[in-house]
Nanobody
Framework: VQLQASGGGLVQPGGSLRLSCTVS????????IGWFRQAPGREREGVSS????????YYAESVEGRSTISRDSAENTVYLQMNNLKPEDTGIYYC?????????????????WGQGTLVTVSN
């Protein structure tokens, strides 16, 4: 199973980014997908997740109202649109999948991890 994350970069505060995660060798229909963030010196934390059907979503309080998670089943890809980015959004963003649960927000729940994409919010 491979999860390919992309879309990170350097952006100024207030800017936007769209992260993508394309999954191969499994069908996303059977997995919840989540985005996790690891800021420098901090533990990896869940920031957003979407259920296998797309019917349920989760956002951490730190990103709620500024982010939208979505999935394209035909492309086996999940997106995280992040707007009004803040310096505290800086970190490596990892996508992950988990089976048997509706939403994945805890690292212990993850079955497979992607390689991460770096987001830096700075002037």
């Amino acid at each position: 199973v491979q999860l390919q994350a992309s879309g990170g970069g350097l952006v100024q505060p207030g800017g936007s980014l769209r992260l993508s995660c394309t999954v191969s060798e499994v069908t996303l229909h059977y997995y919840a997908i989540g985005w996790f963030r690891q800021a420098p010196g901090r533990e990896r934390e869940g920031v957003s997740s979407i259920s296998s059907t797309g019917g349920a979503t989760y956002y951490a309080e730190s990103v709620e109202g500024r982010s939208t998670i979505s999935r394209d089943s035909a492309e086996n890809t999940v997106y995280l649109q992040m707007n009004n980015l803040k310096p505290e959004d800086t970190g490596i963003y990892y996508c992950a999948i988990a089976s048997g649960i509706p939403i994945v927000v805890v690292t212990a729940q993850v079955d497979y991890w992607g390689q991460g994409t770096l987001v830096t919010v700075s002037n």
